[in-house]
């Protein structure tokens, strides 16, 4: 289908009490299949159609705004889903759904399936079986039709906006997949504000599939007006310049807190095998007997090497800022020899554990920023209850932390921290780039960090991105210890040694 670019006004109102009035408004759409078939008036297909409208305006279980209901039996069974835009509360999305249902079968008159969006919700039904299937049409696009002043800067913003809102919508869960947010506009003090959704059944893949379509759609339909709705059967997407939404969403329960689990070494394989016995392992053996026995503590970083080339061994690690001098050899002999055990032969390899990071390999890599995998990223399978704020507290807070522990100097960079995120919950996250990493190229580092965080492990309550020479990690419980060792005062001490001996209460490994 073409995109029909119906025109609609801009108007504020006030979501406390919808009243018909607000809803018979231009923001309704419709599309009636003309290839499902009729029905014919006073059939059982009617009956069971009307059965469905007649429960919308008095559903009690509300399910977060979205339902999936179906009345009678085959054939003449009528299927249908329907979802409410996710800062409804219960009795305007029931209101929505009345009057939604009831204009679309007035305007589709005998069409078994149709589909109606209005301002704040979508209706859907059909005599087939519409849950959790992922589909293109029907779909339309809808603008204003005044465009930006400041085109590029404003399609710029946009994008940039639904990327992140997109990321976070998909990755909401399966009681709600919404997500609202504003930015902006590049070099002005205009602000966009940007609505994402699906349907929540559709799963995190299929929900980022269809926002992007709809993405690519309002790209080439309405990029530069001033507001838009890009509407398909499992996703919707709006922008507009004027705040439109709630900016607070009804809470999703909270899910009961569980542990992070650890990821075990990882390995990667860059630059070939040695041989068992060879000067390479011998090199190898070296640097991993000398992780327990280092007695200089370096604020957590070592750069090691052993034996001369073409048998050179070199190593970096890592532990994590707020490690003390003993937990950091236990963590770096412990990581290193389970490397070393589950990379077999392997020249080059990587580890990350809980709180620290080895690698070791045939070249000297001490200073490069590496922008090829190895990477990963692990996470607590629990989401936040509360995505909207919680990502938005969480993004603020990483770029805080991001940047002080970019400007942390040579011996150390690191940073940790924590933010209200709504719920009464609060987000902690640490970050930090091997200290090898100059400010700049710890800055990128990190922005790629985060990048990654966005796909793999938005609205997630626990998460790590691990690269080469930077970590990040963030938690909804206290995870770091407040106090990092300190670092020497600027003026150097001649006799101090900072090494001190207080025991921690971290985690274990
Ligand atoms: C359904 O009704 C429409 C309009 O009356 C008609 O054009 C169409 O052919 C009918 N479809 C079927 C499958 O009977
Ligand atoms: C959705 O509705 C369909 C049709 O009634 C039903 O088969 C399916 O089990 C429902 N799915 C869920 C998750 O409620
Ligand atoms: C449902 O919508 C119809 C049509 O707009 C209206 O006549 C009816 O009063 C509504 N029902 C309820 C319970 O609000
Ligand atoms: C309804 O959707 C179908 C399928 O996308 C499309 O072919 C048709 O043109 C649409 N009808 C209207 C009136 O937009
Ligand atoms: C907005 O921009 C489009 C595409 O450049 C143009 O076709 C349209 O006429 C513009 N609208 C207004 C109101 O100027
Ligand atoms: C807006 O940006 C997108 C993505 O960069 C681009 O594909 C599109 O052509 C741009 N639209 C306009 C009107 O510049
Ligand atoms: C968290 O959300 C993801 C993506 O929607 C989903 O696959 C996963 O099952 C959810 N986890 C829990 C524990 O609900
Ligand atoms: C100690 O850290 C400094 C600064 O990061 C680094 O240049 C040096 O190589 C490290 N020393 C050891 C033994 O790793
Ligand atoms: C890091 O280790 C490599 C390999 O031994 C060495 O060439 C380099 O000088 C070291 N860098 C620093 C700053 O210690
Ligand atoms: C180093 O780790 C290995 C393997 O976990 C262990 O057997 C050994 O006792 C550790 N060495 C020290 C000095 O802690
Ligand atoms: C940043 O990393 C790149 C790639 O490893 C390296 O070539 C460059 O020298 C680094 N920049 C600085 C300022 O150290």
Redesign the pocket.
């Known amino acids: 289908m073409g995109s029909s670019s119906t025109t609609f006004l801009l108007f504020l109102l006030s979501l406390t009490t919808l009243t018909l009035s607000q809803l018979k408004d231009v923001y309704f759409v419709h599309n009636c299949s003309d290839t499902s078939g009729n029905y014919t008036a006073n059939s059982p297909y009617e009956t069971n159609l009307n059965t469905i409208i007649s429960r919308f305006a008095t559903l009690t279980d509300f399910n977060y705004g979205f339902s999936n209901l179906s009345a009678g039996e085959s054939p003449d069974k009528v299927y249908s889903i329907a979802l409410c835009r996710g800062d409804m509360n219960q009795a305007d999305c029931n209101t929505c759904l009345n009057y939604t249902a009831t204009e679309l079968k007035q305007f589709c008159p005998g069409n078994k399936a149709a589909t109606a969006w209005s301002q704040f919700c979508l209706v859907r039904y059909a005599n087939r079986d519409l849950y959790g299937q992922l589909e293109n049409d029907p779909r339309t696009c809808v603008f204003n039709p005044m465009n930006a002043s400041n085109r590029d800067q404003f399609n710029q913003t946009l994008n940039e906006l639904v990327n992140e809102l997109s990321a976070e919508a998909a990755a909401g869960g399966p009681l709600r997949k919404y997500a609202a947010g504003n930015a902006m506009v590049i070099g002005s003090s205009q602000t966009v504000y940007a609505t994402m959704q699906c349907t929540p059944d559709m799963d995190q893949q299929n929900c980022f599939t269809c926002l992007n379509f709809a993405i690519k759609e309002y790209q080439s339909c309405c990029s530069t007006r001033l507001g838009c709705r890009v509407l398909r059967p499992n996703c919707v997407l709006r922008f507009e310049t004027n705040q439109f939404y709630n900016q607070i969403a009804a809470p999703l329960p909270s899910p009961p807190p569980s542990p992070t689990t650890s990821p075990s070494p990882t390995a990667s394989d860059t630059n070939g095998n040695y041989t068992p016995n060879s000067a390479y392992q011998t090199n190898l053996n070296t640097i991993i007997s000398q992780f327990p026995t280092l007695t200089d503590f370096n604020y957590s970083f070592f750069n090691l090497s052993a034996g001369e080339s073409p048998d050179k061994v070199y190593s970096s690690a890592l532990c994590r800022g707020d490690l003390t001098q003993d937990r950091c050899y236990s963590c770096l002999n412990y990581t290193a020899t389970e490397l070393e055990r589950l990379c077999p032969w392997n020249k080059a390899a990587i580890a990350w554990s809980e709180l620290c990071l080895v690698r070791y390999a045939n070249r000297d890599m001490y200073?490069?920023?590496?922008?090829l995998p190895p990477r990963n990223c692990a996470f607590n399978e629990q989401n936040a209850s509360n995505p909207a704020q919680f990502n938005q507290a969480l993004n603020d807070l990483l770029n805080e932390l991001s940047a002080k522990a970019a400007a942390g100097g040579p011996l150390r960079k690191y940073a940790a921290g924590y933010a209200p995120a709504g719920n009464l919950e609060r987000v902690y996250a640490t970050v930090q780039c091997t200290p090898d990493?100059?400010q700049?190229?710890c800055t990128?580092c990190l922005d790629f960090a985060m990048r990654e965080l966005r796909l793999c492990c938005l609205g997630r309550m626990g998460c790590r991105v691990l690269r080469p020479t930077c970590v990040l990690r963030f938690e909804s419980n206290l995870f770091y210890n407040e106090i990092a060792v300190p670092l020497p005062s600027p003026p150097p001490s001649p006799t101090t040694s900072p090494t001190p001996k207080g025991k921690t209460s971290i985690l274990s490994l």
Request: aromatic share 0%; charged share 30%; glycine share 10%.
């Open positions: 200073g490069l920023l590496e922008d990493m100059t700049e190229n990128t």
